[in-house]
């Protein structure tokens, strides 16, 4: 268990709708990570947070936002959803730009 | 930019046979580099890391890698696999950004089958 929690763990949907992905960094942690693991583009970065603010941003689709609240915690909000969304979707966190911890994942299949 | 090959996609091997996993990368600066492990239905979970020092860094599960600049390699080692290690494994690079961002980037992976 890396202390990274995600909820929820499998998210099923229908094209052209919005969800919403929770991300609980480990104790201590400030930057949250977010990476898309698909089976045609393997893992990529999304984007990273610092203590509340955008640090990085990677691979991450116009139709995908994010945000770190001031406990730290992350959300990622995915909208007009495509069949090609469909992923698993990693939160990462780090104390700084150190090693990231990994969570458990929330798969998302949009149907 | 970083990049990192895998060359291996799938690799068999006996249970109790020794283990090598391939890892090459391409980064401009002193990389950081790491090897996580995916078993199915999981998150990546993190063997081991290397910053600098010391070449040859042990990790969890009795996994070991060697970071060899002039090849820029950084293989994963195991002397003796057990069939509790067949998952897929992920070579990585750290890269920092513009800003003080940091991303990792990572290879396609290795599936790892082991035979009883």
């Known amino acids: 268990d890396s202390g990274v929690t995600q909820t929820p763990k499998h998210l099923i949907t229908a094209t052209g709708q919005r969800v919403t992905l929770r991300c609980s960094p480990r104790?201590?942690?400030?930057?949250v990570y977010w990476y898309q693991q698909s089976l045609d583009q393997g893992l990529q970065f999304l984007i990273q947070?610092?203590?509340?603010?955008?640090?990085a941003k990677g691979n991450i689709l116009e139709r995908f936002s994010a945000q770190q609240f001031p406990d730290l915690h992350s959300e990622l909000n995915l909208s007009s959803l495509e069949l090609g969304d469909s992923a698993l979707y990693f939160c990462?966190?780090?104390?700084?730009?150190?090693?990231?911890?990994f969570g458990p994942g929330t798969r998302l299949t949009v149907l | 930019a970083q990049s990192v090959t895998q060359p291996d996609i799938h690799i068999t091997v006996s249970e109790g046979a020794s283990l090598e996993l391939r890892c090459n990368y391409s980064?401009?600066?002193?990389?950081?580099l790491f090897w996580y492990v995916q078993s199915p239905g999981q998150g990546l979970q993190l063997l081991l890391k290397?910053?600098?020092?010391?070449?040859l860094v042990q990790g969890i599960k009795g996994f070991e890698a060697e970071f060899k600049r002039s090849q820029s390699s950084f293989n994963l080692r195991k002397p003796s696999v057990h069939w509790s290690d067949a998952a897929e494994y992920f070579c990585?690079?750290?890269?920092?950004?513009?800003?003080?961002?940091?991303?990792?980037?990572f290879g396609t992976g290795t599936q790892l089958k082991v035979e009883l």
């Open positions: 104790s201590g942690d400030l930057s």
């Open positions: 290397y910053f600098s020092g010391d070449t």
């Open positions: 980064y401009g600066a002193t990389p950081y």
């Open positions: 990585a690079v750290a890269a920092g950004l513009t800003g003080g961002g940091n991303k990792l980037t």
């Open positions: 990462a966190s780090s104390i700084d730009t150190d090693t990231q911890y």
């Open positions: 947070y610092y203590n509340g603010e955008e640090r």
